[in-house]
């Protein structure tokens, strides 16, 4: 079972993830963890899942900076907290 996950995260791992979106990197990143957390890989497997997961949580770190600077562009450095309404 172990080979199949390998597979469909190297077929994944074929695009780079600079071109992943936030959801494409995030939805791989769980995989990867999952597949860390729940299967038996070989130790190289192991490695490269990891080096593959360490990029993709870079990327989302990185595409969420980029998101929080846009926002801040929007609204100005000072981000107002939630007030709730009264009814």
Do not use: H, W
Not at 31 to 44: D, T
């Amino acid at each position: 079972m172990a080979k199949s996950t390998s597979n469909k995260s190297d077929k994944k791992s074929e695009k780079p993830v600079e071109e992943l979106t936030y959801e494409e990197a995030l939805a791989e990143l769980e995989e990867i963890v999952s597949a860390l957390e729940g299967e038996q890989n070989q130790l190289e497997a192991a490695i490269k899942l990891f080096e593959r997961g360490q990029a993709l949580a870079s990327r989302c770190s990185i595409l969420l900076e980029a998101a929080e600077l846009k926002v801040k562009q929007v609204v100005g450095d000072v981000v107002l907290p939630f007030e709730e309404e009264d009814e």
